[in-house]
């Protein structure tokens, strides 16, 4: 909860009908003044525009908060209300999970015989240290120690359409201090920063771009180094970001280190079952997803390097090994993995990754060897991906046994979209209308007020994470 503070009654002035009544706060723990293009504390009736947004009512007063999305600085009204009566700014720079010292900001009282007031402006993001915020109003009656927030909100500055507001949600759970998101995202967090990548790709908003170097230098040594660690799909996740990075940025690093992943990767391929890459370092499991971004990730890496034939015959070799098992079921879905005693389709779950994965290695590998196999291969699992009453009910992506957004499940819908956006501009658009269904479904029944998504893609909404916001991500970067 925020703190709570003591406050005194300051200079009254009187403007544009509204009267604003500061209330200075007398606890030195109090936010430090945020300066962007104005400081906090601008008078609101400086501001060239006024978008009223989120309210909350409680005993008749409504409690509101005002944006100016021009200087992306807001301020907070109560109205219908009576002389004492509070309204104040929260500021969360990790998405209302937290505000801390960013409370009580502006806190104001109705003065005698007043009925509305209005708190100065404050800035929603801190530019100088990354902050990436979110406002909401709160207040009180004077006479009653009951309190009422607005949902949170924020300006449009980097948030003018769908994906990009999604982009920004999701750096509201960019952890700074680690350079992932949530705090420890491993290999959630790998497609998280793929997401945030081809955002700023396919938007052009370059205002996030400072996440990829800080996620690079702060986790280059830990586990194994060069973001290798026990578990080979782990790996393949991050050597593809650091692709997406390097075509991004031009940074050789970028590269250098996706090809450390996929030598990292190629050293734990072995005869067994004929060949394929194992699961993890404990050599226990051959699966699809582990293979997938084993010829994705080689096929990438080969259309990049001039002169190449080391990563072109590893993902040729992966394909090839690939249809030997099976895995890819009688009704094109691709299963699970592999069983070690029959070196055969083991027939576990269809996840919807495993399934997007597999069509995007497979038109990177067209691209790179004009295989028109593999494409056909790739067409007939994202028609029975988008037509599956399985994995596609009623029309809308839905992971097998969905739940909240937790675990590792809650990431695959975003890889398994981000293929099928590849897919379908290597198919003149064959999926446009079931991308856009995907996308008009989470707009509706899947968002709040911040742009954030939760994991049921048809609603009801639920508590998000950066997984459930980089999979929508995913899927707006391809339709927006």
């Known amino acids: 909860m925020p703190k709570r503070r003591l406050a005194r009654l300051a200079i009254v002035t009187v403007t544009a009908g509204l009267i604003s009544v500061p209330l200075i706060p007398s606890s030195p723990a109090q936010a430090a003044t945020v300066c962007n293009r104005y400081c906090d504390g601008r008078d609101a009736a400086l501001a060239p525009a006024d978008r009223p947004t989120v309210s909350a009512t409680l005993y008749g007063r409504t409690f509101r908060v005002h944006l100016n999305d021009t200087d992306a600085m ?7 209300g009576q002389a004492t009566d509070e309204v104040w700014l929260d500021r969360s720079f990790d998405g209302g999970r937290g505000w801390g ?35 909401r109003a709160c207040g009180k009656a004077g006479d009653r120690p009951e309190i009422a927030c607005t949902p949170w909100t924020r300006s449009t500055w980097n948030a003018w359409d769908r994906r990009t507001a999604a982009a920004t949600a999701l750096m509201m759970r960019f952890d700074r201090g680690t350079g992932l998101f949530d705090t420890n995202g491993w290999w959630t967090g790998a497609n998280a920063m793929s997401a945030l990548i081809e955002n700023a790709r396919v938007s052009g908003m370059n205002s996030y771009r400072y996440a990829i170097g800080s996620a690079y230098d702060k986790n280059i040594n830990s586990r194994q180094g060069q973001f290798r660690n026990e578990y080979l ?124 994965v597999l069509m995007n290695a497979l038109v990177q590998l067209n691209r790179l060897t004009g295989d028109a196999n593999a494409l056909t291969v790739a067409r007939r699992i ?38 099928l ?43 998000t994470n950066h997984s459930c916001q980089h999979s929508v991500l995913d899927l707006l970067n391809v339709t927006n």
Not at 74 to 80: D, M, S
Request: some cysteine; aromatic content about 12%; glycine content about 14%.
């Open 101 to 135: 010292d960013n409370s009580r900001l502006g806190a104001t009282r109705i003065p005698t015989g007043g009925t509305s007031v209005r708190t100065t402006q404050f800035n929603v993001d801190d530019w100088a240290t990354n902050g990436v915020g979110a406002l």
């Open 74 to 80: 807001a301020w907070g009204t109560v109205e219908g």
């Open 382 to 419: 994202g028609d029975a991906m988008t037509t599956s009453t399985y994995l596609s009910p009623n029309g809308i992506l839905t992971e097998p046994n969905e739940s909240g957004c937790s675990g590792d499940g809650a990431s695959f819908k975003g890889a398994a979209i981000r293929g």
């Open 233 to 356: 799909d782990d790996t393949g996740w991050w050597g593809l970001a650091w692709l997406a990075a390097y075509d991004l940025t031009g940074d050789s690093r970028y590269l250098n280190t996706a090809r450390a992943d996929a030598d990292h990767m190629f050293s734990y391929w072995d005869t067994r079952c004929g060949g394929g890459i194992w699961w993890s370092t404990a050599r226990t499991y051959k699966n699809a997803i582990s293979n997938s971004l084993y010829i994705q990730l080689n096929a990438g890496l080969s259309q990049r390097i001039s002169g190449d034939t080391t990563y072109r015959n590893r993902a040729t070799a992966g394909w090839t090994w690939f249809q030997t098992t099976g895995m890819i079921n009688g009704q094109n879905l691709v299963n699970d993995g592999v069983n070690l005693s029959t070196c055969r389709n083991n027939g576990d779950v269809t996840w919807t990754y495993n399934q997007g």
């Open 421 to 463: 956006g590849v897919l379908n501009g290597a198919t003149s658009g064959a999926y446009n209308a079931y991308l856009r269904r995907q996308a008009d479904s989470n707009y509706a029944n899947n968002r709040d007020t911040i742009d954030a998504y939760g994991s049921h893609w048809a609603g009801p909404r639920v508590a």
